[in-house]
């Protein structure tokens, strides 16, 4: 077969809100050793702030114009409307791209996604060379999937539409379910007793046997993140998920919304203001960028749960508007107008 005959493989990159995945991509773009990537990124919430993390890292393998983003949605659920238009996109892009990337949202089930590579459209041209699920290992060890589970009790007790399973522990299970490589990362996090926790409630939701690769910060080895050569969607009809029946899977059981403010002065203060917000609520996720009064770069501010962290990621351009939005994302039931009030100080 040509080279330009070949099918493009793709890796699929799936894990609960906050585990790491765009992190871990990034570690794959600076590490790519010239290998032509593109990336699709999809996201919960409706601004997108991972396609601009990721734009924001200036590496030549994969230039802007390689990234695509498909914010407001969930690629499980726009395979036809979005999916294939954008592979469509990248597989026209010359040079030749050699290898696709795609970051499904922190909310998105994985199988429906491996099953359109099946389509007629993009059956000869793509093929999925491996799903790979990132896992909050930190989160694990404190047996939560994610961010602060005892705020989130709360709330679902107060919240009768919330009878039935959990819907958190569903979706990290159907993730975890479709993988062909678990990352477990965090672990700068974790003691070993940590680290032994993370890896048993692993094992315990795995249902083959996958490799387990254990990190900080998302280093893994690009060759290997890039190489499993599986093939999954020749298997993907094995793999079990707890959704396998739904006809229609549309992610009612979250919400999310903007949090819009004016310029700050004090970055730690709306950290502080971030970090008891998302403690007292059981928000799952915050994300965005700040305008700093006086700052000529934007600061991005991140929380999964009640763990923060801030830095400055680039400078404003002078085309944008120096405003503060904060996407929010947790369980439906969320009170916007308490949360809008705790950030707003
Ligand atoms: N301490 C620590 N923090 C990490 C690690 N990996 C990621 N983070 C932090 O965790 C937060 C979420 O990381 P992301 O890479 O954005 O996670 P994500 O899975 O892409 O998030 P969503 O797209 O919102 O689901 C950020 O604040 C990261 O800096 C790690 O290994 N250790």
Redesign the pocket.
């Known amino acids: 077969m040509t080279d330009e005959l070949a099918r493009v493989p793709c890796t699929i990159v799936t ?12 570690h794959v773009l600076a590490n790519a050793n010239g290998r032509r990537l593109a990336i699709i ?1 999809n ?3 409706d601004v997108g ?2 396609g601009e ?1 990721l734009k924001g890292c200036g590496d030549e393998t994969c230039p802007e114009e390689n990234i695509v983003e498909l914010a407001n949605g969930c690629l499980c659920c726009t395979v036809a409307d979005e999916f294939v238009p954008a592979l469509d996109v990248i597989l026209a892009l010359r040079p030749k791209v050699e290898h696709i990337v795609i ?1 499904t ?3 998105a089930l994985p199988k429906p996604l491996v099953q359109a590579f099946h389509w007629p459209s993009i059956k000869n041209r793509v093929t999925v060379d491996g799903v790979v699920a ?1 896992v ?3 989160a694990l060890a404190d047996g939560q999937v994610s961010g602060d589970m005892k705020a989130l009790a709360t709330q679902r007790a107060a919240d009768n539409a919330l009878d039935h399973d959990d819907p958190i522990e569903e979706v990290f299970q159907d993730q975890i379910a479709c993988a062909d490589l678990v990352v477990m ?5 974790l003691d070993q007793s940590g680290i032994d926790k993370a890896s048993a409630s692993i094992a315990k939701a795995l249902p083959r046997a996958v490799k387990v690769v254990q ?5 893994v080895d690009a060759p290997t993140l890039l190489g499993l050569n599986v093939g999954t969607e020749a298997d993907i009809e094995n793999r079990r998920t707890l959704h396998d029946d739904e006809l229609d899977h549309d992610h009612d059981d979250f919400d999310s919304f903007v949090v819009p403010l004016p310029e700050i002065d004090d970055p730690a203060a709306l950290t502080g203001l971030v970090a008891a917000t998302a403690e007292a609520t059981g928000v799952l ?1 915050i ?1 965005g960028f700040a305008a700093v009064r006086g700052k000529p770069m934007r600061l ?1 501010v ?3 749960g009640p ?4 830095h400055y990621d680039r400078p404003w351009a002078a085309s944008e508007k120096r405003e503060t939005r904060l996407v929010v ?1 947790g369980l439906k039931g969320l009170d916007r107008a308490v949360i809008t009030r705790m950030l707003s100080g």
Not at 15 to 26: C, D, E, S, W
Not at 307 to 310: E, N, Q
Request: with cysteine.
């Open positions: 894990g609960f809100l906050g585990a790491g995945k765009t992190t871990l991509i990034r990124v996201e919960f919430g702030i991972d993390i970051e949202s922190g909310l990132v909050d290992g930190a990362n965090k672990c700068d996090l990190v900080s910060n998302g280093k996720r994300k991005l991140q929380a999964v763990r923060v962290t801030s994302i």
